[in-house]
């Protein structure tokens, strides 16, 4: 019997990036159902992402060129497929749902799309996310957090990234937005989520953002870790966005809290430490902490979590004794970041793969 057209296009989405796992309930065909056609399903599954011109999938789809240009271009707009233009050749391929496809509904997000994601982040990413380790995204400790007197690495420094990053383009949040739908938003920041080189083109050119400099992708930022949220690019040297998020709407974070030990599923080269004999037991540290990494047990100061522990760094500013601070990592417990997003896709795909 042929297997349904949608049950096809999640199982080859299930091969990209963080995965998209089937559920008990079925609910990612649903979201599949709302989002793509037939013919939009048939056409994603000639792609892969390796990005193709559109007379190349024209041949091999066996379809008349200029009605397929439309197609492709219709299914771009939708955030259904990627698009790039260089030097006056547009090429397309197929993409992740995370980060991919959900993030791209952004100007769609509405009630039904919102709820369903939500039932999904709950039913089938957790295990996606934790089937990864700790590839896909990473935890760059907030300024504040900083010892002066300790050196921090490009790698783990907010501001220099986003001087490396060429093009940088500011979005609202999807996660936040699709909370916001549901009338269950934090309250964060909405407007945090940063978008590099040719994916901010595609952010820029599907009207989902607007084009900011350095000087203000830097303010970006550091308004959002004032606000307590967690700053995390891609787990790559050169990534191609960086977000800000809350452990209450992000769907990554989120997943990693109901994990026995977050601080084993994400890649930070940091962890918070308490000076017992300064720590007044106040507790805002432990108010503040998205993964519930801090505990005050039997009376005692403050301790850290080190299984909980994602190196934020959201604790340290809100200690009013200045008790806690963030130390970093012996260098063997520290990782090699993949070159580019292309390396960092093939080490995802290689542990899920061992998982």
Do not use: W
């Amino acid at each position: 019997m042929t297997k349904d057209i949608y049950r096809r296009l999640q199982e080859q989405l299930n091969g990209y990036s963080v995965g998209f796992p089937a559920t008990e309930s079925g609910v990612e065909i649903q979201i599949l159902r709302k989002l793509f056609s037939e013919e939009d399903a048939e056409i994603f599954s000639a792609l892969s992402p390796a990005l193709e011109k559109p007379e190349e999938i024209a041949e091999k789809l066996g379809r008349p060129l200029d009605e397929l240009k439309e197609k492709l271009e219709d299914m771009a707009s939708r955030g259904l497929l990627f698009r790039l233009s260089k030097d006056g050749m547009i090429r397309y391929g197929a993409t992740a749902f995370i980060h991919g496809i959900y993030e791209f509904q952004l100007p769609r997000m509405d009630r039904e799309l919102a709820e369903m994601v939500d039932r999904y982040l709950n039913e089938g990413m957790d295990k996606a996310f934790i089937g990864i380790k700790g590839t896909f995204l990473r935890t760059i400790p907030i300024a504040q957090s900083i010892d002066p007197r300790h050196q921090v690495a490009s790698i783990d420094d907010a501001a220099e990234i986003i001087r490396k990053a060429g093009k940088i383009v500011v979005a609202d949040c999807v996660c936040r937005k699709s909370k916001d739908v549901l009338d269950r938003s934090c309250g964060a920041p909405l407007e945090v989520c940063l978008l590099f080189g040719s994916m901010g083109q595609y952010y820029l050119d599907n009207k989902m953002g607007r084009e900011i400099n350095v000087e203000e992708a830097i303010g970006i930022v550091s308004r959002a870790q004032e606000a307590g949220l967690v700053t995390q690019p891609a787990t790559s040297a050169n990534p191609s966005g960086m977000c800000n998020c809350c452990g209450d709407c992000c769907g990554v974070l989120a997943s990693i809290k109901r994990d026995p030990n977050p601080g084993e599923l994400v890649y930070s080269n940091n962890y918070a430490e308490v000076d017992s004999t300064s720590c007044i037991e106040c507790g805002e540290c432990a108010e503040v902490c998205h993964m519930e990494a801090i505990s005050f047990e039997g009376g005692k100061p403050a301790a850290v979590l080190k299984n909980r522990c994602i190196g934020c760094g959201v604790c340290v500013p809100r200690c009013l004794a200045e008790a806690i601070s963030l130390k970093p990592k012996p260098e063997e417990e520290r990782r090699k970041l993949p070159e580019n997003s292309f390396e960092q896709m093939m080490t995802m795909m290689r542990i899920r793969s061992e998982n």
